[in-house]
């Protein structure tokens, strides 16, 4: 069986109004420069993974522009929520012939499931007991190899709880009961960063429209501002390339597309 080939985008920060800006990007002009990247890909994805953070705003108005860029796609997309998302309007505007928010997919020999970490009114991320109960009960089902999609990594790459997963250490410890699974995407950080753990590969995965560099080591002081130890670069715009192979391998990049 030939590879599958996967593209994640993440971070997408779509604004409601045209023209709008965050942090000097037009957040729908970069995702469509990035997704004009991706439709040239050859041979083409078969799949894209946005893995949250799709709006900036959990607008009605940002999702649906958000779904007439969709549109435009080849392929599938399946969606995540993330920290920024509303999670009900996303499925009320979002969602559509194509633009999937399914739970688990099976694609080649290869099951990815999407694992929920967003917290109610909360920046970080946190898997709750119900979540990890299915997560268990789900990877106890399927002997294929599993490719895992959240929105915060439990990779530690900050000291900033922020960026952190709260209970990080819980889910690694679930994760590595079960030898099928493979990889583990996310997003959220802006930034893009690769651990092996054994068998498993945890990656996190750049912005749409603008990336960070996390440089806080200790925890932040209460009176200190998110920007005193973080940088932002709006000069280029990021996507990752996977191929799922037979057997449990996973080939990846990251590309970038120039601002
Ligand atoms: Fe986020």
């Keep these: 069986m030939k590879p599958v080939r996967v593209v994640q985008i993440s971070d997408l920060h779509i604004l409601p109004e045209d023209g709008q800006m965050l942090a000097g990007v037009d957040t729908s002009l970069s995702l469509v420069k990035v997704l004009d990247d991706i439709k040239k890909l050859s041979p083409p994805a078969e799949l894209i993974i946005a893995s949250g953070d799709l709006s900036d705003d959990g607008s009605t108005q940002s999702y649906q522009r958000l779904h007439d860029i969709f549109d435009t796609l080849p392929c599938p997309v399946y969606v995540l929520a993330g920290n920024h ?4 309007t996303m499925l009320n505007h979002l969602l559509a012939e194509k633009t999937f928010y399914d739970r688990q997919k099976s694609l080649g020999d ?23 109960r299915w997560l268990e009960t789900r990877l106890s089902k399927t002997n294929q190899s599993v490719l895992l999609v959240m929105h915060h990594t439990p990779l530690r790459l900050c000291a900033s709880p922020t960026c952190q997963m709260q209970n990080a250490d819980q889910l690694l410890k679930l994760i590595k009961q079960f030898k099928q699974v493979k990889g583990l995407i996310a997003g959220h950080t802006h930034n893009h960063a690769e651990e092996v753990h054994g068998d498993l590969r945890i990656m996190t995965t750049p912005s749409t429209m603008v ?3 996390h440089n806080q080591t200790e925890a932040p002081k209460p009176s200190e501002e998110f920007w005193a130890h ?30």
């Design 110 to 132: 290869w099951q990815i499931i999407f694992v929920n970490t967003k917290r109610e009114g909360a920046s970080y991320g946190f898997v709750d007991d119900d979540e990890m």
């Design 211 to 213: 990336q960070v560099t």
């Design 230 to 259: 973080h940088q932002a670069d709006i000069s280029r715009y990021g996507y990752r390339l996977l191929e799922l192979t037979t057997g449990g391998a996973i080939t990846s990049e990251v590309r970038w597309v120039d601002a």
């Design 85 to 88: 998302d509303e999670t009900e």
